[in-house]
């Protein structure tokens, strides 16, 4: 199964918006809603920011959001802030064939 | 709150096996399906694979032939097991879970770094 596929690294500057894409296959990111988004800081766990292609959950700022077209989803951050500074990843939920969970390699944000 | 905790050797030998335990706290293990997933130095995140508390598993095709996790329900707990490890199964090795979202990891463990050296 293959990762799925971010851009290596994004940036933008304070107040600014991004968006990071996520393509992968009509067997994962193109069949089903289960897209989402994790922030990673440096030796920290990750976070979910985005569930279920545009869902956040409790607690997530609205500055995050989370869209898909066809076999590729994005997350934008609006309003860029320094804490937002992270590397973000994408995954899809297992489909009912395969029941493997893919990850996106994973982009890197800085904020200039 | 739901916790996961992580613990075991963080050196291993090459060609040995890998053994880590996952303790969860705040929830039954019967309740959900529970990931291992890891992340070399520098690199993104891999599914290792998961189990179900009936002990049904699932794990990454490319670590299949070496990979066993198991449940043991008494002790709340899940273990991944990882065998003739080599230096490219040094890591960051995470347990999560999906909690109050289905469909994505919500609850992660702290993580624990593991070296395979001599």
């Known amino acids: 199964q293959s990762a799925l596929t971010q851009p290596a690294s994004v940036s933008g500057s304070p107040g600014q918006s991004v968006t990071i894409s996520c393509t992968g296959t009509?067997?994962?990111?193109?069949?089903?809603?289960?897209v989402s988004w994790y922030q990673q800081h440096p030796g920290k766990a990750p976070k979910l920011m985005i569930y279920d292609v545009s869902k956040r959950p409790s607690g997530v700022s609205n500055r995050f959001s989370g869209s898909k077209s066809g076999n590729t989803a994005s997350l934008t951050i609006s309003g860029l802030q320094a804490e937002d500074e992270a590397d973000y990843y994408c995954s899809s939920y297992p489909s009912s064939s395969t029941l493997i969970w893919v990850f996106g390699g994973g982009t890197k944000l800085t904020v200039l | 709150q739901v916790q996961l905790q992580e613990s075991g050797p963080g050196l291993v030998k090459p060609s040995e096996t890998l053994s880590l335990t996952c303790t969860v706290s705040?929830?039954?293990?019967?309740?959900?399906?529970w990931s291992w997933i890891r992340q070399p130095p520098g690199k993104g995140l891999e599914w290792v694979g998961d189990i179900y508390h009936s002990g049904t598993t699932n794990y990454n095709p490319s670590l299949k032939s070496r990979v066993t996790i198991s449940v043991d329900t008494s002790k709340n707990q899940f273990s991944l097991n990882l065998s003739s490890v080599t230096a490219a199964d040094t890591a960051v090795y995470y347990c999560a879970t999906e909690g109050t979202y289905a469909g994505a990891f919500d609850i992660w463990g702290q993580g624990t770094m593991v070296t395979v050296s001599s």
């Open positions: 009509s067997s994962d990111v193109g069949g089903y809603n289960y």
């Open positions: 705040g929830v039954s293990i019967s309740s959900s399906y």
